[in-house]
Each structure stands twice: as C-alpha cells, then as structure tokens.
C-alpha cells in the first residue's frame, strides 16, 4: 500500500503566485487534514475533512483553500503565496474505531516563497 | 482555543540517560497521542492513551496520561542514537470524531553516542 502521498516534494514560488499541493490516500480512511510545520511551532492544522463533500478550517485557514471531491484526494490551494507561507506541508489520514484514531502521515512538501 | 504545552523544546542527552517530555493541556482531554518525527522525516504514530492514569509502555518507552487526563508524558530509559528525532504529543479534539489533531510544540531529543 502506498498510505498517503504527497506531490511534489520540493517547491519553489514567487510571491503571488498560485499552485495546488496534491494529497492522496488509499486506505478509504474518512479524515484527512493538512498540516504546516514551523520551526518551534509544532505542526498546525491549515483544514480538515471528514469526509467527501465536508470540509472545515483548523488553526491557521488563511490563505489557503481545499476541497475534499473524493474520498482519496485532498488537495490544498495556495491562492496568492506569501513568504509567511514558506513550511513544511504534511498530509494526514485516519480513521476512527473503536475510539481509535491514529493519523497517517505523507512525506511532507517542502514550500519556499521567495 | 485548544492548547497543548510541550516541555522542554529540547533536551541533549548522553547516549544511555533517560529522557522524558511532558506534555499540558488547558481543558480535560479524552485522550492523547504521541508521535515520533525522525530528522527529515515525517511524524510516525507511537501510541493512543485513553485512560484517567493508564501507563503503557512500548520497550524502553513508557507513555502515562494523568489522572485528571490534563497531562501526558513520555519517558525515555537508557536512550540510544536511534531515539535522535522529535517527538509530539497530539489532542485528537474531543470533539466528536472529526481526525483533526491539535499539537503540541514537539521536544526535539539529541543523542550523544
């Protein structure tokens, strides 16, 4: 199983521009979630998904847009990028049984803004 | 809002020391989980406690969620190189079940062989 996949890995934009940070997972898990880490910050959730058709805002929504079309696919929009947006992005997935809920996590897309 | 408080930021220890992280919350929560990021890598699932008090331990690992379920900590015995990375603890939001994870800061341990 691949778990969960982020495209691309690495990633260069300019201030203004706009692109998509692809997520998927083939678990058929309910939850996913972007995250973006920051030096001494933790991980911070940017939105989540319950499922197709519901998505909703974490901590930090600003500036970034996501739609949940598919149970697989959750991909993130940066409108118009911004060097406050330069991270660590990373994709979660889980599930829920039995009180469980244990997140998958991709590889990670490193993001600079110059 | 949602708070979890990490304990240290980081911590250096000489390859055989214990190493432990501690982990607050501001509200009561249903429970807690503890990840493992790996320099470059990303964060890794170690454990879920649930319990008022419950202690669990994986090898060398001991987890315990305290009693009043505001605290949580992970503690290390006789580290080894192979524990260098940083490691979370994560509010899975109570409520209800929507697979969002608040986290805190994150404890970044280095081994010193």
């Given at each position: 199983n691949a778990g969960v996949t982020q495209t691309p890995k690495f990633q260069v934009l300019k201030t203004g521009q706009s692109m998509t940070l692809q997520c998927a997972q083939d678990m058929n898990h309910e939850y996913m979630s972007w995250y973006r880490q920051d030096p001494g910050m933790g991980l911070r959730l940017i939105h989540y998904s319950v499922g197709a058709g519901i998505t909703d805002q974490g901590e930090v929504p600003n500036g970034y847009n996501v739609s949940r079309s598919t149970t697989e696919d959750f991909p993130l929009r940066l409108l118009s990028a911004a060097p406050s947006q330069t991270s660590v992005y990373f994709c979660a997935s889980s599930y829920s049984r039995q009180g469980m809920a244990e997140a998958f996590f991709g590889q990670g897309t490193r993001l600079t803004v110059v | 809002?949602?708070?979890?408080?990490?304990?240290?930021?980081?911590?250096?220890v000489q390859e055989g020391e214990d190493f432990t992280t501690y982990c607050n919350s501001s509200t009561t929560l249903s429970n807690i989980q503890w990840y493992k990021q790996r320099p470059g890598g990303h964060p890794v699932f170690l454990i879920q406690l649930v319990k008022s008090g419950e202690v669990k331990k994986q090898k060398r690992l001991t987890f315990q969620f305290g009693e009043a379920k505001k605290n949580s900590s992970l503690h290390i015995t006789a580290t080894q190189t192979t524990d260098v990375g940083t490691y979370f603890c994560a509010d899975p939001s109570g409520s209800g079940n929507t697979g969002k994870l608040i986290f805190g800061q994150g404890t970044t341990l280095q081994v010193k062989p």
């Open positions: - | 809002g949602q708070q979890v408080m990490q304990i240290p930021q980081y911590q250096h």
